[in-house]
T-cell receptor
Framework: DVKVTQSSRYLVKRTGEKVFLECVQD?????MFWYRQDPGLGLRLIYF???????EKGDIPEGYSVSREKKERFSLILESASTNQTSMYLC??????????FGSGTRLTVV | QKEVEQNSGPLSVPEGAIASLNCTYS??????FFWYRQYSGKSPELIMS????GDKEDGRFTAQLNKASQYVSLLIRDSQPSDSATYLC????????????FGSGTQLTVLP
């Protein structure tokens, strides 16, 4: 089975901190995605990548950046964390034409 | 804006009944459809995929696809309390065939 591993299950950060969320997949998937999920707002796409060093903005990229230096790793960066970035962050990966496999999620609280 | 619409629910069914979850999509070019189950506080888990018109069965789950009506459904037979979760419908975009469009989810409660 494909495994998508997110580095932290729970994270508490202070306002203004730079935050790194790591995601690693072990099945050579080309596509990787970062979503946030908030009650009543569903899944919202932050950034995605279809190849190493490639990145594209999703629907809500403001305040975030990403890095994909290796095929298996896709990192989400909160440049200066704010309280409105408190959320569940979900990483996913896939092959073209197939559904996503999600990581277990990181629940981030910014205080 | 390509969309996937689901009844948000909540949907309640008694244990042992059939739960029927419905989904419509706007992108006529979509070819692939997926159902995810998400327990509270957990990440979505892929439970069914369907690519052609008709029914696809996997255990107690049946996915149905009608491309002419742009309609996808998930039936859960002999519903169990452990099936209580939010179910997300998703379609694969006809353009890149890489990105999923998700519905907002239907919350299902199976009553013992």
């Amino acid at each position: 089975d494909v495994k998508v591993t997110q580095s932290s299950r729970y994270l508490v950060k202070r306002t203004g901190e730079k935050v790194f969320l790591e995601c690693v997949q072990d099945m050579d998937h080309e596509n990787m995605f970062w979503y946030r999920q908030d009650p009543g707002l569903g899944l919202r796409l932050i950034y995605f990548s279809y190849d190493v060093k490639m990145k594209e903005k999703g629907d809500i990229p403001e305040g975030y950046s990403v890095s994909r230096e290796k095929k298996e790793r896709f990192s989400l960066i909160l440049e200066s964390a704010s309280t409105n970035q408190t959320s569940m962050y979900l990483c996913a990966s896939s092959l073209p034409g197939y559904g996503y496999t999600f990581g277990s999620g990181t629940r981030l609280t910014v205080v | 804006q390509k969309e996937v619409e689901q009844n948000s629910g909540p949907l309640s069914v008694p244990e042992g009944a059939i739960a029927s979850l419905n989904c419509t999509y706007s992108d006529r070019g979509s070819q692939s459809f997926f159902w995810y189950r998400q327990y509270s506080g957990k990440s979505p888990e892929l439970i069914m995929s369907i690519y052609s018109n008709g029914d696809k069965e996997d255990g107690r789950f049946t996915a149905q696809l009608n491309k002419a009506s742009q309609y996808v459904s998930l039936l859960i037979r002999d519903s169990q309390p452990s099936d209580s979760a939010t179910y997300l419908c998703a379609s694969l975009s006809s353009g890149s065939a890489r990105q999923l469009t998700f519905g907002s989810g239907t919350q299902l409660t199976v009553l013992p």
